[in-house]
């Protein structure tokens, strides 16, 4: 059972214009949530957080938004760049513990 | 400092064999976890260790595999008598326990023919 879900597997966006990468999860008891981005041969590097106390969080071109009636999270990158190319995981955790509940990951590829 | 780090970064083996997967966390970081991708799969967790606590072994698939962690060092991932599945990136990570943000190694790629 899929807690933590991705389901566009893939997304292109043009340079310049803004990336949204959506998450849905199922647990109404997680109350934090990350986004990690990973490229080819390294590890998933963190990206941005937010709790669940919160509705959106911003990092410079990174900005996360929560939805908690919808069970809902997204990414927003504006202006996407290349360099932003890359797998972007979502990330859920329960109230006091450690452990994340990774989404399937949805693979952004941002062309001149 | 240093970051998370494994080895080897690739393992190729026959069905069958044992193979032995090492992390090293970055220093002080108390908890440890074992993550694996299959191709065009997400992070699939396998098990967490967290200072001295029991470790949480939810996540191994079968009881071929087993982890260690020698106090709030090195871990070590071990899977018996591999099979064609298990081929897949294994990740580790690691964090200070208080702080969800896990930083990850580069992980090490299996492959089993």
């Known amino acids: 059972d899929q807690q933590v879900k991705q389901n566009s597997p893939s997304l292109s966006v043009q340079e310049g214009r803004i990336s949204i990468l959506n998450c849905d999860y199922t647990?109404?008891?997680?109350?934090?949530f990350l986004w990690y981005k990973k490229y080819p041969a390294e590890g998933p590097t963190f990206l941005i957080s937010?709790?669940?106390?919160?509705d959106k969080n911003e990092d410079g071109r990174f900005t996360v938004f929560l939805n908690k009636s919808a069970k809902h999270l997204s990414l927003h990158i504006v202006p996407s760049q290349p360099g932003d190319s890359a797998v972007y995981f979502c990330?859920?955790?329960?109230?006091?513990?450690?452990?994340?509940?990774f989404g399937t990951g949805t693979r952004l590829q941002v062309f001149p | 400092g240093a970051g998370v780090s494994q080895s080897p970064s690739n393992k190729v083996t026959e069905k069958g064999k044992d193979v032995e997967l090492r992390c090293d966390p970055i220093?002080?970081?108390?908890?440890l976890y074992w993550y694996r991708q299959r191709l065009g799969q997400g992070l699939e967790f396998l098990i967490y260790?967290?200072?001295?606590?029991?470790?949480?072994k939810s996540g191994l698939p079968s009881d071929r595999f087993s982890a260690e962690r020698t106090g709030e060092s090195v871990s070590t991932l071990t899977i018996q008598r591999t099979q064609q599945e298990d081929s897949a990136v294994y990740l580790c990570?690691?964090?200070?326990?208080?702080?969800?943000?896990?930083?990850f190694g580069p992980g090490t790629r299996l492959t089993v023919l």
């Open positions: 937010i709790s669940s106390i919160k």
């Open positions: 990570a690691s964090t200070q326990g208080w702080d969800n943000e896990q930083f």
């Open positions: 647990n109404s008891m997680f109350d934090y």
């Open positions: 990330a859920a955790s329960l109230y006091n513990t450690d452990k994340l509940i």
């Open positions: 220093s002080g970081h108390t908890a």
């Open positions: 260790f967290q200072g001295n606590s029991a470790p949480d």
